[in-house]
């Protein structure tokens, strides 16, 4: 998640919304709740078995086998790490973190979704993203984490309620984003990254084919004609509205672009008006 900037508030509404909650609303459905428990459970297995007191070598052998996805999993053909890959995180700020955002963005946008949906969109974002990323990004490094599936969700997100927005914080001053400007900028960021620093410790083509995923399946709703998704295309002819409302125009999300990526004092000084200005507003 290292290229994605957490956001921390959730508008229940449209953009013009002023009441906010953090994290979802509603009640905990029976898939959510299986869904944490599993990664919670997945990374209190992997503490204890690599506890040096412990040092459990059979704990660590399943972990090994069928909760890290890598290139010789596919060469004898274990289908089930390309999925579980998914439940398992390597310190508890990543896992904590791909929680935190599942919360806010997966859970807010499937209140209307059966236990068998949600585990189905989640298996196959799970599944994309880390072929993805072990066939194209990194064949001789491991997978593990749910940022992949995470992504998915922001697509989805995007293509159910393009109207939701969203507080962003960081080492920026506070903006809020639609969920269409989020999958926007999410699909630049892991695009650069991928062409930029291919070979960096982020998931970028995890990141990229849970996206790809998530976008398929909400497209293939929308024309299905399914009433709880009215598609990213039908978002999409709202997105100069999107954008207009954020105050950013080109050159504005060029400097920001370099900003993001340079964090120089150059860029800084540049997009220092920028910043007072979308408060301003």
């Not at 290292?2 to 956001?7: A, C, I, V």
């Not at 972990?63 to 274990?78: E, P, Q, T, V």
């Not at 620093?197 to 998931?203: D, N």
Request: aromatic content about 8%; some cysteine; proline content about 5%.
């Amino acid at each position: 998640l290292k290229s994605f900037t957490l956001p921390l508030m959730a508008d229940c509404g449209d953009a013009s919304s002023s009441s906010s909650v953090l994290g979802a609303v509603g009640a905990l459905q029976p898939a959510w709740a299986g869904i944490y428990a599993a990664n919670i459970s997945v990374w209190a297995t992997s503490q204890y078995a690599l506890n040096p007191r412990v040092n459990h070598v059979g704990l660590q052998r399943v972990l090994g086998n069928h909760f890290i996805l890598m290139a010789r999993s596919l060469k004898h053909r274990r289908p089930l790490p390309i999925v579980l890959s998914s439940l398992h995180h390597m310190h508890l700020p990543h896992l904590v973190m791909n929680m935190w955002a599942l919360e806010v963005i997966g859970r807010a946008c499937t209140p209307q979704f059966s236990t068998a949906e949600i585990c189905g969109f989640w298996g196959l974002t799970a599944a994309v993203s880390s072929l993805a990323q072990i066939i194209v990004g990194t064949p001789g490094r491991g997978v593990l984490g749910a940022s992949g599936v995470l992504f998915g969700f922001v697509s989805l997100n995007a293509g159910i309620r393009p109207d939701a927005t969203y507080g962003v914080t960081g080492p920026f001053p506070t903006i809020s984003f639609t969920s269409v400007q989020l999958f926007d900028l999410c699909l630049v960021t892991n695009t650069l990254g991928a062409i930029v620093s291919p070979r960096a410790r982020i998931a970028w083509w995890a990141h990229l084919g849970g996206t790809a995923a998530g976008a398929a399946v909400t497209e293939g709703l929308a024309l299905a004609g399914d009433p709880r998704v009215p598609g990213l295309r039908r978002a999409r002819e709202r997105l100069k509205w999107h954008w207009e409302l954020s105050g950013m125009d080109k050159d504005d999300c060029v400097t920001l672009c370099r900003l993001y990526w340079a964090r120089g004092r150059e860029a800084r000084e540049e997009a220092g008006p920028i910043w007072e200005a979308l408060r301003g507003r």
